[in-house]
């Protein structure tokens, strides 16, 4: 199970993602061209409105557009786990299984029934909210899925916090000294943690500050009766590993974009007419820096979210990731499709914001000719 | 330590035997009295185990899946849990295999060993209080065999056609004869539940040595010991504290760094380093699963016997032992059984190693060209390696081994049971019937070789229900023989259960039964500060 996990975590994230990765990839430029007529038989209307108001516009868009890719991820999470050799029955039981015993899971779980009924009864379900049960444990979806998210929502929230304002001071210094010491050491450094497998980066943190310093709290397992200081003692360690994994990425972004508006011709203009360095970065590079940067980091925020599995597994930490993979496995599709849902609209949302923030922050993007 | 000097020492722990008693059977088994009487001291001084403490256990295997009923219960940490807070009918001796009396005081067969006579034993209470009644096993043992059941332990229960009461005492009426059905109630789904568990199947109320505290599906669960309990043998320790830990990795370094007591699962690859740790101690157990390649008796090229001897005579057994498990396990001899078995038949030759024999029952065989051996990593660890090393082995006996890597997912499905030649791994069945029902005998769903024989059929049936433990075990060496010198399996090794432990962690039994001391690690160990 410890190498199914890795293997499926990544595989389903990918599908959420890749639905939504290309539409924010370019969302800087094509924002201002979004505002084609989509809703038919009011296109002026429509039209009007995204020109005056874009960013409701946007939002609308959005919201629309991410039911319809909920829609898609279900219908793909279902194939997907359709598709699987085996159905729940017979995994479930494994070695033990007899006929019989498979028989009667089936007819339980109306296994039985063609996938198309079982699709739309669950999706019936699903629209008002009920997820379900889970097959396997017979306990109710959302309150699981409630305790599991909390904890991976609380580990990602430490990382970001860490992880982000370093990112974007490290990246600005590494501008500040561009090509010049500071600036090698922190490109060298950031270059070898992104080489890292995560994992790896988690093993080496385990062996130094838990095995032969014994000072870290290890394993990160967190539970109901904790106090908020030993979770945070609990988390220390894999909190450091998220750091140091994503941070890399977010840092070399931030540079590359402030560098990159820093030789362009509006900024030497601005420099000829006499403003202050201040101004020009504040008024003129910043507002055309900020998106990629928010793009980067809103993908990094969904990888803290949906993506850190393979780090929840190394520091027994009961997060999301682990508890879809352990539903994967045994193709307990009720939690497959709440987890699925649950991923590809943090995908989606965070995006969502990242696209809004880049309008907001740039005034050519809030006011399109 | 030979098993029989281990059983010695246990006695003396539990407390069974008194001094003379073991120094006149040690020195009669060949034991110098100086290191006899050292050995009782050691077995003597471990007879009173510390009470109190925190145990804390780091295992592998659970899942958010995992349900509280155990009658669904499938992963090695549930396995552990349902222990901890649940007793069966029957247990089975940690040394010879036996059935010994758990919640059944003893128990009496009919002389066609269809009909048995189990009487509860008295003044055990349930966690909420109840007494213990005949009723509350009726009513478990109904949950585990109704049709709509979806009991684990359904395959072992089918054989039991009625389940009444006798006054206070239990009968089971058999379809058939059987005469290991007080083993087949050491199953570690059939826990006696309050009223079998109808009112609620997850409350995890048992007559077990620890209470549920806390239970977090995949993540955690918590004990505290049952003041209660109706022995006083076990439950040493006054909490536990079960972690699931499903990263090799990650059970290693907190063993390591002292923040569990127990881990199992230890990879064999890395045993050695862990080995190097001055605070761990390395429990290797002989364990019933084992590591096979199959051949289908039924088809061409292995429907001649000749070849499949060639091709058992061809294997290497104790370099693979040593470079697949590294030397943490048995050799096998090509049939399914070894000395954890009650009834073992130790008097069969070992079959070694020998080229010469191979190319011999190869050329009679009148087979040439390659042989297809088909593989897979999820066969069992280390699968593609061996199947290599046993190309190299054959080779120098003239057989021509092709070795084809299949995919992992889908193995189970579209290779093993399908294909003639392929590899793949056996866990242990409680006794030598259900194994040898379960994958040789010719209606067997899983019959993998193919082994279809009528006379070893029948012999089956008959051993069954032969209470006669001499008559019996004689027919298991026959039907041994049989599936040794004519079977299509190849059996190079069984694995051990290797499992870790700190130093301060004493009592520890290796019990045959099944991996981490049958479940009971946590019920049967204690902590010296």
Redesign the interface.
Known sequence: ??GG?PAHGPELTAKAAAGEVPQSAGAAGSVASTGTPVIEGTPSFWAKFSKSSPLVALILQRLALSVALLFAVSLMIFGGVEA???DFATT?????A????VE??RK?LGLDQPATTRYFKWLGGAIQGDFGN?W????SVSE?IG??LGNSLFLAFFAAIISVPLAVGLGMLAVQYRNRLPDKIINVISLAAISLPEFFVG?LL??FF??QL?IAT??A?V???MTIGQRLSAIALPTATLVLVVLAHMMRMTRAAILNVMSSAYVETAELKGLSSLRIIAKHAAPNAVAPVINVIALNLAYLVVGVVVVE????Y?GMG??MV??V??R?MP?VQACGLIFAAFYIFLNMFADILAIVANPRLRHPR | MTDYTRYLTSQVTLGKMNRREFMGRAAAFGITLAAAGTMFDTAAKAQEPKRGGHLKLGLEGAAATDSKDPAKALSQFMFVVGRNWGDMLVESEPLTGQPVPALAESWEPSADAATWTFTIRKGVKFHDGKELTVDDVIKTLQRHTDEKSESGALGVMKSIKEIKADGDKLVLVLSEGNADLPLLLTDYHLVIQPNGGLDDPNAMIGTGPYKVTSFEAGVRATFERNTDDWRQDRGFVDSIEMIAMNDATARIAALSSGQVHYINRVDPKTVDLLKRAPTVEILSTSGRGHYVFIMHCNTAPFDNNDLRLALKYAMDRETMLEKVLGGYGKVGNDFPINETYALFPEDIEQRTYDPDKAAFHYKQSGHSGSVLLRTSDVAFPGAVDAAVLYQESAKKAGIDIEVKREPGDGYWSNVWNVQPFSTSYWGGRPTQDQMYSTAYLSTADWNDTRFLREDFDKLLLEARSELDEAKRKDMYRTMAMMVRDEGGLILPMFNDFVNACGKNVKGYVHDIGNDMSNGYVATRVWLDA
Do not use: C, E, H, W
């Not at chain 1, 479930?92 to 033990?96: A, D, I, K, R």
């Not at chain 1, 007899?98 to 015993?101: L, N």
């Open positions: 199970m410890t996990g699987l050799p085996g479930y039981l494994g070695q033990s007899t006929p019989q015993a009667n899971i339980d889970s396997a444990s017979k306990n699981q305790k599991r093993y385990i062996l838990a095995v014994g290890f394993p397992t539970y109901d009766s597994v190394v520091f027994v009961p682990q508890y352990d539903a496995t045994v307990d939690v």
